[in-house]
């Protein structure tokens, strides 16, 4: 175990009276900022409702909207910062921690429930389909996006993740132009089988035939590969953060230099990303008003936001009661009921701080002192969990880019679901557990799939409200998570006991998760050996002859 897990969670855990801790860190300015985000979402719902129908010109919407149009370009400038320090960080950070069996567990573990989120995600839209709500087949498919083939969307997003200039990813993207036969325009040249008259000419239906063919079949139609645009090549930017931030933690004593920069890198641009975020209730009340005198029907998008919000709760609900309970009693043939319980105040705190870096105290407490976790499992899997498990974010930002793309009436094929599943994976790693990370990382999937990242503005009136349900879901899966390598690597700690140097005292709980160890000298402990837990049957001349 590092000193960098130490430092940041042995003095998290000072204060073992977790109520004392709610009220304390309950009353914070963060709370401040929720209540100014609520109050500005009611103020720009009822400013955009009062001046809806009067007349106001496009330039008079776009002079209510500056203010949130500001914001938002606050929040893109972020972006690129903000992901690239964030993924080196904590990638060189983890593979420096990775300690054999443990580690590896811990990875897979969250890897696949976030992947997992991913797809709970995306089928739930494709099946409620929340942005089509209210709305006619014409209008479900006003627009088709850009025509692509599967093959080339799938080639494209690989090339994307080799860029030929990092500096240029930063600005360009590229992909593969199709150009239809209807798109190709020559001059007519007279043909012997054209048969003329004063009032009609026919074609052969040979020719008819081959031309039906050609715009059916797009792999038939010219292309022009490499095709730039502008935006950043998300992808690309991602895969090579995370390359360099591995390679940095495998360097070792010699990586630390640049491992030390990008820390502090990332810590000013999320206290930069603090200092925006007090901005937001003004821009978020603006863009919010101008969405509202901009939209046809009103009525018909609050009803689709409606149905998005219940996409989401469905989805995180399916994903918390369901998938994570089922995994945790796959791999521990344990009661997740009795796991849930143990951590019900730590998902509460989730639900009032919407941090689940704020939670990570309580997390650990509930899981160490109701569950008998092993310490050195909870100090390793959880701070861990608090930066790259975001299974609520994951979820919640795949339905959220997909609801966008049915408000606009684009169709997303195979190759953009898979830049999709990827990206919001990415995204959610990035998203440091701060409340609204997760509205800046949207950028990023938003851009990577190629959807207008201003239409955001949809779904900010309600996002400070599942921002408090996504972080509890990202709590509840750090918890099963260390419940699900606690079990795993039970025996791999209990062989580290019986080959210490000097023997001391190994307790199992009722429920034969291993009880962290207070006696002896180890030095994976990071707990005060001054805390004596020990068995009813064990006396106390027996403990202190050991």
Known sequence: MSNDVSKNTASAVVDRNPSAWMKKNLLTKENLLLLLIVIGVVVGVCLGVGLYGKGLSKRDIMYLGFL?????????????????ASLISGLAALDSKLSGH???????????????????????????????????????????????TVADTFLDLIRSMFPSNLVEACMKKEYTELISP????????????????????TIPEQKIAQYKNDIDDPYTWDFTPNVQANGMNIMGL???????????????????????????LSEAVMLLVHV?????PVGICFLIAAKIVAMDDPEQMFGRIGMYMATVVAGLSIHSFIILP???????????????????????????????????PI?????????????????????????????????????????????????????????????????????????????????MVLTAVG??????????????????????????????????VAHAVQNELASLEENAADPHLHVHGPNGDVVRDYYGKDNLMMYSQQEKHVQPDLKDEELTSM
């Open 68 to 84: 949130g149009d500001v914001f938002l370009r606050m929040l893109k400038a972020l972006i690129l910062p903000l992901i690239v």
């Open 326 to 360: 089922l995994i945790y009693i796959v791999f521990t043939r344990k009661n997740p009921l009795m796991h849930f319980l143990a951590v019900a105040q730590a998902l509460l705190t989730a639900v009032g701080t919407a941090s689940s870096a704020a939670t990570l």
């Open 102 to 148: 443990v580690g590896w567990v811990t990875v897979l573990y969250y890897m696949s429930t976030t992947f997992s989120a991913v797809f709970l995600g995306i089928g739930m839209v494709f099946a409620i389909r929340p942005g089509e709500y209210g709305a006619n087949d014409d209008e479900n498919h006003k627009k088709g996006g850009r025509p692509s």
């Open 182 to 201: 209807m798109m190709i325009s020559a001059e007519p040249e007279p043909e012997p089988e054209f048969a003329w008259n004063s009032t009609n000419y």
């Open 238 to 264: 991602v895969v090579f953060s995370v390359a360099f931030g591995i390679i940095i933690g495998r360097m070792g004593e010699k990586g630390r230099p640049l491992k030390e920069f990008f820390d502090a």
């Open 363 to 443: 997390t650990i407490a509930n899981l160490e002192d109701n569950r008998h976790i092993d310490s050195r499992v909870t100090r390793f899997v959880l701070p861990i969990g608090a930066t790259i498990n975001m299974d609520g974010t994951a979820l919640y930002e795949a339905v959220a880019v997909l609801f966008i793309a049915q408000v606009n009436g684009v169709s997303l094929d195979a190759g953009k679901i898979i830049a999709l599943s990827i990206t919001a994976t990415a995204a959610s790693i990035g998203a440091a557990g701060i409340p609204q990370a997760g509205l800046v990382t949207m950028y």
């Open 451 to 484: 959807l207008p990242v201003n239409d955001i503005s949809l779904i900010l009136s309600v996002d400070w409200l599942l921002d408090r349900f996504r972080t509890a879901v990202n709590v509840w899966g750090d918890a099963v998570g260390a419940g699900v």
């Open 276 to 280: 925006v975020m007090w901005f937001s």
